[in-house]
Structure formats: C-alpha cells, structure tokens
C-alpha cells in the first residue's frame, strides 16, 4: 500500500529560497501527500500565495519544536522533514515513498547533491564535505538527519519526536536518531535521495557552526551515551585526524624544548591530511586539483575545531563528574537512600 506523505518544512526566514523549496515540492506531490510550513516566529507576506497548509508559532522556538508543531498536525503515515533551504531533486518525494512502500525501515535519510547552488570557496567546499560524507556511509544507519529525512509518524510519536531542548539548529536529529535506534527502529542512509542546499556559507559562520553547534553537543550526546556511533563524522579516519592534529599542536608547543618536535609535529599534521585524503581526492575529481588544494585549509580548521569541541564538552563532562564524586564523598552516610 502506498503510504501519504506529510512534507513539514520548518522555517525561521521565508525568503526565495524557502519559495524555491515549497514550489519543488509542490511539484512532486502524490493525492495523499500535504506540505506543512511552519512559520517559526516569522510571518509571510500579505502578497505571497501558497498551496499549502501554513502553520503559525508566534514566537521563534527553533526548528526541532517547529518540526514537532508540523508533525503535530499531519495526516500522512510518513513524516518528510525538509529544511526551507534544500531544494529536493525530481522524483525525490516518489522515492520516499517507494522506500516506506517496500517497508526498508522506519526511517530514511539522504544528503545533499554534488552541485551546490552557492558560489565561493567556503561554500562549495562545506556542501560538497557534507555530500561526500553522506555518500561514503549509505546504508543502515545509527543516526538521522532533519535537512531531507522521513520516518514513520507512529514511530516518530513513539519516541517522542524531536528533543525541543535544542532551541537552534543543531544536533536535533542526531539525537532523534540515537532513540529510534535505541529503540529497534531500522535508519537507512540513502545516498540517492538528494537535495540541492541553497545555503551561502562564511567562513566564520561554518567555523562558529561546527564548533558551537555540532562538535559541541554531538560530543556531549557521545559522552553521556558512552559510546561512539558509528559511521558519518565519527568514522575511524575523523578520530585519527583529530588524534594526530591534537598531538601535532602539542609538538609545536615542544619545539622550544628540542627542534626534533618540529619534525614530529609535521609527520603528525601530514598524518592528520592523510586522514581526510579520500575526502580531498573526491573534491579534485569534482573541482579540480586547484580546487582540491585550495580546501586543504580549511580541511585543517575543521579538524581542529571538532577536536576543540569535543575536549571543550569532555572538560565540562569530567568536572561534573568530579563534582558528583566530591559531594558523594562529603556525603553523610545517612542521608545516601
């Protein structure tokens, strides 16, 4: 049987990229699918007419409640989240469909194309990282993502929907993702199933992104979970980068100790690219080899900055922990239940 679809695009600006995704939709639309924009704190204008079901949260609560606020109101078997900056590609929302159809999961997930919209260094290399991560991964996943995802609506009920703890973007859907599959729910990761984002990126704005937004509470759901999810940024070769760039930052702190640090620091940075070089040989074969170097900078950065993020979020971790353990000590033996 051939499930309906509810489409529920959160939106904090309506802009013409927000018009360019609802009118993709539109066109993609079976009898039974809807689309649901959900005006987070925003209103539209008086002159703007859309054949959709427009939803009004009169103050700004972030995309996780703006997404539950849609999900709330949906009559479709299947939730597809679609942020109001991605466009999805022809035949995308049939293939949703198709997925649900042939009962694959409970929830599926997909990426952005290889060709994004915005021109720039920083944007195209930060579109086409997300990309290639994405298509490196695809199959059963531990995880989910909220910019072109769809799950069952019974099981996104089930399991209580988005967190609405996250105020702004961030790590919603991760974590969303976490419970389904603590859960027994089965996640796909389909690489086919592609939205073009219309995003312009600065390099201040991605670095203040990965780190305040995902290095940071990506790492506080690991540590309280206490175990890394496979696949995505957390694969064998992001951990070793990490590893070797934190190490190779030290060396350079040791130079003045002995110039021999200097060698290591340098064998630990070229280790650190290693890493990442499948992800560089994928944006030469997409841009070039010029394109290829000119990102190796900010391959660098990133590294560094998931590394901050993460030692920023296990410091906070430690010192709680050691607070716990402080006051359990001082702790009279009669007030412990």
């Known amino acids: 049987m051939s ?10 600006v309506f802009d013409d990229r927000a018009l360019a995704c609802l009118e993709a939709l539109l066109q993609q639309l079976g009898v039974k699918d809807e689309v649901l924009l959900v005006l987070d704190g925003t209103v539209l204008d008086p002159g703007v007419r859309l054949d959709v079901r427009v939803l009004h949260l009169t103050h700004q609560r972030g995309p996780a409640a703006a997404r539950n606020a849609g999900a709330a109101e949906a009559r479709g078997e299947v939730l597809l989240f679609v942020d109001a900056d991605v466009v999805l590609l022809s035949g995308m929302v049939e293939r949703v469909r198709s997925f649900f159809s042939r009962n694959l999961g409970e929830a599926v997930f997909g990426c952005y194309d290889d ?33 072109c995802g769809a799950v069952l609506q019974k099981v996104f009920k089930d399991v209580g929907g988005f967190s609405e703890d996250f105020r702004h973007p961030s790590v919603e859907d991760i974590e969303l993702g976490m419970r389904l599959t603590s859960a027994g729910h089965r996640i796909v990761l389909d690489a086919n199933l592609r939205g073009k984002h219309l995003k312009s990126w600065s390099l201040p704005g991605m670095w203040v992104n990965d780190f305040q937004c995902r290095a940071v509470p990506w790492s506080r759901l690991i540590l309280a979970g206490g175990a890394m999810p496979a696949g995505l940024n957390t694969g064998w070769a992001s951990r070793l980068a990490v590893v070797a760039q934190g190490l190779s930052l030290v060396g350079i702190t040791l130079i ?72 359990a000590a001082r702790m009279p033996m009669g007030d412990i239940a």
């Open 256 to 327: 003045p100790l002995h110039a021999a640090f200097l060698g290591v620091a340098l064998a630990l940075e070229l280790l650190a690219l290693l890493a990442h070089g499948p992800l560089l040989c994928f944006l030469a074969r997409k841009r070039g080899l010029g394109f290829a170097l000119r990102c190796v900078p900010l391959v660098m950065a990133y590294i560094v900055v998931s590394g901050a993020g993460f030692a920023w979020a296990w410091g906070a971790w430690a010192g709680q922990r050691r607070r716990k353990t402080f006051l």
């Open 3 to 12: 499930p309906g679809l509810s489409i529920v695009v959160p939106c904090a």
């Open 115 to 147: 060709a994004p919209a915005a021109p720039g260094l920083v944007s195209q290399y930060r579109n086409l990282q997300h990309h290639f991560v994405h298509l490196t991964n695809a199959g059963p996943a531990s995880t989910f993502w909220a910019g």
